[in-house]
């Protein structure tokens, strides 16, 4: 056979006839039909002869198999396949996005959901590779519904349960989440410019007016961030609406909910999802969460007598160093700053 660059392959439907036509003389399956396999080629790549001689080949291995009937036809093609943006990388504090950005993002706790469970949300946990396969793993119960029965389940072949990035709900108050963001900066916007109104009349030409140098410097920033923020939520609400748009993954293997389980006897509530790589893996930063830290500091109960050795976050990711064991939370030798042991 000529070598040909194909880009796609039409599927043949076959029916099958009962007593309706006679059949040709080499019949052998009991179809009966003429129908096309269409072959799709690169625009520029075939020729008449090469056509004619491939056309032979394909019927003939067709007819190896007992297939008889088919036309092969041709049409140049590009197929382009299409599984929606890639998530964005985490971002740093400097970035105006970043009050909006992190569901959609690689960083540890993405919202999820499942595309046939859309109203039934859940968190993406922790991600881990087998060779160059990505996983996820999230809850049991998320993806699979009370009245779907508490089964095991493990992907084959056949339909995919696909995970997608945010249900319905989560998405809707994502897009109001970036429109509350750009009202905000809309109403500092116009505190500044009235602060400059202000100032304006009391300049000092003599001496410079760092406080009104500030304050416009202040309204460029915050008018900058709404132009970020607007083009931001144009371009979600078009590439990311659809929920097909959002697919992340497809469900692999998920045991049943078990709140039995061997010692230490944890709940079992756990699924395991394959990631899109072309999506995740370019962007991702590791087993990280992202935080606000000024936000995470204020929750924090600070001792007078005992300092912290929590240092910021600059970059918004949080990296994981590993898991406590049962042990290691009841008899903890870990120390703060003043070398004092830590209770426990």
């Not at 080629?41 to 080949?57: C, I, M, Q, R, Y």
């Not at 992190?102 to 540890?108: D, E, G, K």
Request: net charge negative.
């Amino acid at each position: 056979m000529p070598y040909i660059p194909v880009d796609s392959l039409s599927d043949v439907v076959y029916r099958l006839v009962v007593d309706q036509y006679d059949p040709p003389p080499d019949y052998q399956l009991g179809f009966w039909a003429t129908l096309p396999l269409t072959v799709g080629v690169l625009p520029n790549t075939l020729t008449g002869e090469k056509a004619f001689h491939s056309s032979h080949d394909i019927l003939n291995l067709l007819k190896e198999h007992g297939i008889f009937n088919i036309d092969a036809a041709y049409r140049e093609s590009v197929v382009r396949g299409f599984s929606g943006p890639e998530l964005f990388a985490p971002v740093s504090n400097s970035n105006p996005l970043k009050n909006v950005i992190n569901p959609v993002t690689t960083a540890l706790g993405l919202p999820i959901a499942g595309l046939q469970t859309l109203k039934s949300p859940g968190t993406m946990g922790f991600y881990f590779k087998v060779s160059d396969v990505l996983y996820g793993v999230t809850a049991h119960h998320v993806l699979f519904p009370e009245d779907q029965g508490n089964n095991e389940y493990s992907y084959v072949v056949g339909p995919k349960k696909k995970v997608i990035l945010m249900g319905t709900r989560a998405f809707t108050n994502f897009l109001i989440s970036i429109w509350g963001n750009i009202g905000t900066l809309n109403d500092t916007v116009s505190f500044l410019e009235q602060s400059i109104t202000t100032l304006i009349p009391s300049l000092d030409t003599s001496c410079p007016n760092t406080e009104l140098a500030e304050t416009q410097l202040r309204l460029g920033i915050t008018q900058t961030a709404i132009e970020e923020l607007k083009r931001f939520y144009l371009m979600i609400k078009k590439q990311w609406s659809k929920p097909r748009d959002r697919i992340i993954g497809h469900v692999i293997w998920a045991p049943p909910i078990s709140v039995c389980t061997t010692s230490p006897s944890y709940t079992k509530d756990v699924c395991v999802v394959k990631l899109d790589e072309k999506k995740i893996l370019t962007k991702l930063e590791g087993k990280c969460p992202e935080i606000d830290t000024l936000t995470l500091i204020s929750l924090l109960y600070s001792h007078t007598d005992d300092p912290s050795d929590f240092t910021d976050v600059l970059d918004r990711l949080l990296e994981l160093r590993g898991i406590l064991s049962a042990q290691e939370i009841c008899t903890s030798d870990k120390k703060d700053a003043m070398a004092t042991p830590c209770d426990t």
